[in-house]
């Protein structure tokens, strides 16, 4: 390590401990004690490589305050590096991106090579949801929160047995009861984000323009409620009925 540069205005005895941002101040290069000093953290040399290690080994997104708490840094300096590491990578056209998930980071493949990766795949290995499934996932996550009598209320059908699964695979989850009836309240969590590659629920597509809007069918299930229909999680469990 090169010695500190000592100012010339030091009397004699004077210790060089007193020189503290002079001497920082005038050294040529950048050479720390320890692994985070300041200068380091500075540079984009030392914080790109730490991020890109932690995102590598992430099982799900990681928020930017996580990884400045792990690396000790201020949270808008984090934050910028993660959109540096981002431009870089869709400037370098790698066959991965940097994406924002909620609240989080994580590495994902481009979606312009799904067919590569899914010829890679074992048939059969990752299992898939059923339709029954995939249009109650989406009443849930266009009407949350919501009921399972007012899911099965639009489905037509007994929806017990494909809630369970959803839950089971953590894309719903219940959130809160409903004041009247105490049916409970079901609605999407940031794993279905994830998965579906949204930051939020803003960013899911409109409904269609000839489908009612929740507040068209707050109305008609208002009405079904007056003309007799129980309100209550009644439906038992058993073939929901879709094929």
């Known amino acids: ?41 500075d540079s984009s040399g030392w914080l790109d490589p730490r991020l890109e290690a932690l995102l590598i080994v992430a099982t799900e997104p990681v928020s930017a305050t996580e990884l400045a708490q792990v690396l000790e840094l201020p949270l808008p300096e984090v934050e910028a590096g993660l959109i540096r590491l981002a431009s870089f990578y869709d400037a370098t056209g790698r066959g991965f991106e940097l994406r924002r998930i909620g609240v989080g980071w994580r590495y994902y493949t481009r979606t312009q090579y799904d067919g590569v990766i899914a010829r890679s795949v074992v048939e059969g290995q990752s299992g898939k949801l059923t339709r029954a499934g995939l249009e109650t996932l989406a009443v849930i996550a266009y009407l949350q929160p919501v009921s399972r009598s007012r899911i099965a209320s639009v489905r037509g059908v007994n929806v017990d047995s494909v809630v369970r699964t959803l839950v089971a695979r953590g894309l719903v989850h219940e959130v809160d009861k409903d004041h009247d009836s105490g049916a409970g309240l079901l609605a999407t969590t940031t794993y279905f984000l994830e998965r579906m590659g949204l930051a939020s629920l803003d960013e899911l597509p409109p409904l269609a323009p000839n489908l009612p809007d929740a507040r068209a069918l707050d109305e008609e299930l208002a009405r079904l409620a007056s003309a007799g229909v129980d309100g209550h999680d009644t439906l038992t469990d058993g073939d929901e009925g879709d094929s």
């Open 1 to 41: 390590m090169s010695e500190p540069v000592v100012s010339d205005d030091l009397g004699p005895g004077q210790p060089s401990e007193t020189l503290g941002d002079e001497r920082t101040m005038e050294q040529s290069a950048c050479e720390p004690t320890t692994e985070q000093s300041a200068c380091e953290a």
